[in-house]
């Protein structure tokens, strides 16, 4: 695979990388969750080594993984950081690794970063991923640039835990700081768009920005305009799927009278009237112009039918109690595919150029089997019963078949 001159300047800068500093080292540790585990019936505490007597209920006890006093934790770990002026989230494995009567020992392992630069492009240089199934990396394969929609494996979110230590002087320009950061809005998505949207950054410095208005920002003049009017609508989730509903229904949605309103529930209830309403009317005429559509092709499909049946109206076999004759029409190939509950109709066998579909019926009508007779080789194709099931008289009706021959001409013949 080709990488381009910024990921192969990344790839070199992944290798350059300085080792963890003390600090970061301890706060790791001191911020990872207490270890417990299992060992022949007795529970250990993994940070220190020693059998822990009373211990919580609500304490989560490592019973799998535990093997001759000894287990093994991996837990990811992000340090927002900057290197060479470049944004960058560097994620690694944190390895806690507990023996009984040892105090635990970690190792700090990097696995992948998420690069950020002043545009806000985003580029992830990681490790190679061993498993599809779950995040095991091979920490022994080189670095190399990473597809951001690679599982979701390169999302430093899922992380256990993060250390944010600086940003670059673009972040700071734009007023990011540790205490500011937008709640459940990814680090990597809120770096990208403040750096790379206008819209964003100033929602942000005028301290209204939301998740919300990210996942809308092209709503952006709407907001403003609520802002100029201190307009704080109750739910904006409910306010940003009302305005949606405005675009819709082709509303001004740059006057405040409508996109203010003061009671924002009543409003968005009217307005999801109008559109089902609307959405009915259109689904109704789609149907109607589906049924127009179908109507034509039926018509067609029934002139077609017509000439090529012409031939053979008048053809009948009959042998005791049976009488088999031809389907003359298309809705007679409709009412033999329900009676009989297979796909003579559904699968228009009307539009076969070179079968011809006949019905073997008893004395009293009830049919029997549908018929398919290739008028070119003279053989039955298939004949089917109810539920595509042979009957009683499948022998004696391809017997029958047997008789009829036609010829090049069209011309029939009973022999």
């Given at each position: 695979?080709?990488?381009?001159?910024?990921?192969?300047?990344?790839?070199?800068?992944?290798?350059?990388?300085?080792?963890?500093?003390?600090?970061?080292?301890?706060?790791?540790?001191?911020?990872?969750?207490?270890?417990?585990?299992?060992?022949?019936?007795?529970?250990?505490?993994?940070?220190?080594?020693?059998?822990?007597?009373?211990?919580?209920?609500?304490?989560?006890?490592?019973?799998?993984?535990?093997?001759?006093?000894?287990?093994?934790?991996?837990?990811?770990?992000?340090?927002?950081?900057?290197?060479?002026?470049?944004?960058v989230l560097r994620t690694l494995w944190v390895e806690k690794r507990c023996e009984i009567g040892e105090k635990a020992k970690y190792d700090f392992l990097d696995v992948y970063q998420n690069w950020i630069f002043p545009n806000g492009k985003r580029i992830i240089i990681g490790?190679?991923?061993?498993?599809?199934?779950?995040?095991?990396?091979?920490?022994?394969?080189?670095?190399?640039?990473?597809?951001?929609?690679?599982?979701?494996?390169?999302?430093?979110?899922?992380?256990?835990?993060?250390?944010?230590?600086?940003?670059?002087?673009?972040?700071?320009?734009?007023?990011?700081?540790?205490?500011?950061?937008?709640?459940?809005?990814?680090?990597?998505?809120?770096?990208?768009?403040?750096?790379?949207?206008?819209?964003?950054?100033?929602?942000?410095?005028?301290?209204?920005?939301?998740?919300?208005?990210?996942?809308?920002?092209?709503?952006?003049?709407?907001?403003?305009?609520?802002?100029?009017?201190?307009?704080?609508?109750e739910d904006e989730s409910i306010w940003f799927d009302y305005l949606k509903m405005l675009e819709e229904l082709k509303k001004d949605t740059h006057n405040p009278v409508i996109i203010c309103p003061k009671n924002l529930r009543v409003e968005h209830d009217k307005a999801l009237?109008?559109?089902?309403?609307?959405?009915?009317?259109?689904?109704?005429?789609?149907?109607?112009?589906?049924?127009?559509?179908?109507?034509?092709?039926?018509?067609?499909?029934?002139?077609?039918?017509?000439?090529?049946?012409?031939?053979?109206?008048?053809?009948?076999?009959?042998?005791?109690?049976?009488?088999?004759?031809?389907l003359k029409t298309i809705e007679e190939f409709l009412e033999e595919g329900i009676a009989m509950n297979h796909c003579v109709f559904s699968g228009r066998y009307y539009k076969e150029e070179n079968s011809l579909i006949l019905s073997a019926r008893d004395k009293e009508n009830?049919?029997?089997?549908?018929?398919?007779?290739?008028?070119?080789?003279?053989?039955?194709?298939?004949?089917?019963?109810?539920?595509?099931?042979?009957?009683?008289?499948?022998?004696?009706?391809?017997?029958?078949?047997?008789?009829?021959?036609?010829?090049?001409?069209?011309?029939?013949?009973?022999?």
């Amino acid at each position: 695979m080709s990488i381009s001159k910024k990921e192969a300047m990344l790839v070199e800068l992944a290798y350059q990388l300085p080792p963890l500093t003390e600090f970061q080292k301890k706060y790791a540790i001191k911020h990872l969750p207490n270890t417990y585990f299992k060992y022949r019936r007795k529970i250990y505490n993994g940070d220190t080594g020693e059998k822990e007597v009373n211990i919580s209920k609500e304490v989560h006890v490592k019973t799998y993984g535990v093997h001759h006093g000894k287990c093994l934790e991996r837990y990811y770990y992000t340090i927002v950081t900057t290197f060479r002026g470049i944004q960058v989230l560097r994620t690694l494995w944190v390895e806690k690794r507990c023996e009984i009567g040892e105090k635990a020992k970690y190792d700090f392992l990097d696995v992948y970063q998420n690069w950020i630069f002043p545009n806000g492009k985003r580029i992830i240089i990681g490790k190679r991923i061993k498993s599809m199934t779950y995040d095991y990396f091979d920490l022994s394969s080189p670095w190399a640039p990473k597809r951001p929609t690679y599982g979701g494996r390169f999302d430093f979110e899922g992380c256990y835990l993060m250390l944010f230590q600086r940003t670059t002087e673009y972040l700071k320009k734009r007023c990011v700081k540790k205490d500011n950061l937008i709640k459940d809005v990814t680090l990597e998505t809120f770096f990208h768009l403040i750096l790379s949207d206008n819209r964003i950054e100033s929602m942000f410095k005028m301290g209204i920005l939301t998740k919300y208005k990210i996942r809308n920002v092209r709503f952006f003049r709407q907001v403003v305009i609520a802002r100029r009017h201190k307009y704080i609508p109750e739910d904006e989730s409910i306010w940003f799927d009302y305005l949606k509903m405005l675009e819709e229904l082709k509303k001004d949605t740059h006057n405040p009278v409508i996109i203010c309103p003061k009671n924002l529930r009543v409003e968005h209830d009217k307005a999801l009237r109008q559109i089902n309403k609307k959405r009915e009317i259109k689904w109704r005429k789609q149907q109607v112009e589906l049924e127009r559509k179908e109507f034509e092709r039926l018509t067609i499909e029934k002139e077609e039918f017509n000439k090529r049946i012409q031939p053979f109206l008048n053809i009948v076999l009959e042998k005791d109690d049976i009488t088999i004759r031809p389907l003359k029409t298309i809705e007679e190939f409709l009412e033999e595919g329900i009676a009989m509950n297979h796909c003579v109709f559904s699968g228009r066998y009307y539009k076969e150029e070179n079968s011809l579909i006949l019905s073997a019926r008893d004395k009293e009508n009830r049919r029997i089997e549908t018929i398919e007779y290739d008028i070119v080789s003279n053989v039955v194709l298939q004949s089917r019963g109810e539920h595509n099931q042979d009957s009683a008289y499948h022998s004696v009706i391809l017997d029958m078949m047997s008789h009829l021959k036609i010829h090049k001409n069209k011309k029939y013949e009973i022999v």
